[in-house]
């Protein structure tokens, strides 16, 4: 086949002895009961993945080829005749360490609620901005520990809070237990919510 026909193109290739990513996962938690309701938890939760599937351009112009004055950069890449090589490697890398905190009450007397707090990191030389595409390859094909750092996704700190209670108005309830259409229309009403908060996810400058 003309070579020269894909002069300028880019290519992507899968290496035939790609290592099988994997992921290894930890969990260790103590629970305890407070009352006849309510219950504590606090939590280890951490995770490792090994092998990460991870693009790199290996057409990148060297690191020594860098700079002003060096000519035209499309010459000086190791194979000039293309623009990118995607290599789809398993080289990639990520740890994931966190705390958490849990408190749960159960349904009784009209109210249930869960509290949840997480304290975690999360590193890795292999995640990107799904929504942009920012930091979706290697900056540096030859060394992809250069990448690491806080994976794109990482919060740091998480609050959930949620609850179900039970209105107490009608039948069988507190208060306007009278019967009749009022029970009708004011019996059997639940109030429920959650709230979210966490901190922000890092950013590329």
């Given at each position: 086949?003309?070579?020269?026909?894909?002069?300028?193109?880019?290519?992507?290739?899968?290496?035939?002895?790609?290592?099988?990513?994997?992921?290894?996962?930890?969990?260790?938690?103590?629970?305890?009961?407070?009352?006849?309701?309510?219950?504590?938890?606090?939590?280890?939760?951490?995770?490792?993945?090994?092998?990460?599937?991870?693009?790199?351009?290996?057409?990148?112009?060297?690191?020594?080829?860098?700079?002003?004055?060096?000519?035209?950069?499309?010459?000086?890449?190791?194979?000039?005749?293309?623009?990118?090589?995607?290599?789809?490697?398993?080289?990639?890398?990520?740890?994931?360490?966190?705390?958490?905190?849990?408190?749960?009450?159960?349904?009784?007397?009209?109210?249930?609620?869960?509290?949840?707090?997480?304290?975690?990191?999360?590193?890795?030389?292999?995640?990107?901005?799904?929504?942009?595409?920012?930091?979706?390859?290697?900056?540096?094909?030859?060394?992809?520990?250069?990448?690491?750092?806080?994976?794109?996704?990482?919060?740091?700190?998480?609050?959930?809070?949620?609850?179900?209670y039970d209105l107490p108005f009608g039948k069988g309830r507190r208060w306007l237990d009278r019967g009749g259409?009022?029970?009708?229309?004011?019996?059997?009403?639940?109030?429920?919510?959650?709230?979210?908060?966490?901190?922000g996810t890092p950013f590329n400058i």
């Open positions: 086949r003309n070579g020269a026909i894909a002069n300028g193109t880019s290519i992507t290739w899968w290496p035939y002895y790609a290592p099988q990513p994997y992921v290894q996962q930890l969990q260790l938690d103590i629970q305890k009961q407070i009352g006849s309701q309510a219950t504590v938890e606090i939590a280890y939760v951490g995770s490792r993945g090994t092998h990460l599937l991870f693009p790199r351009d290996m057409n990148q112009v060297p690191v020594q080829l860098l700079g002003p004055n060096k000519g035209d950069p499309q010459l000086l890449r190791p194979y000039p005749q293309y623009s990118q090589i995607h290599e789809n490697y398993t080289d990639g890398f990520s740890t994931y360490n966190a705390l958490e905190l849990k408190a749960n009450r159960r349904f009784a007397n009209g109210i249930t609620f869960l509290a949840n707090y997480t304290f975690s990191k999360s590193i890795d030389n292999s995640s990107y901005d799904t929504t942009t595409g920012i930091g979706d390859e290697y900056q540096i094909a030859s060394n992809p520990n250069l990448n690491k750092g806080l994976s794109q996704f990482d919060q740091t700190h998480r609050v959930v809070v949620s609850y179900v259409v009022l029970n009708a229309i004011l019996g059997g009403w639940k109030d429920s919510g959650s709230f979210i908060a966490h901190s």
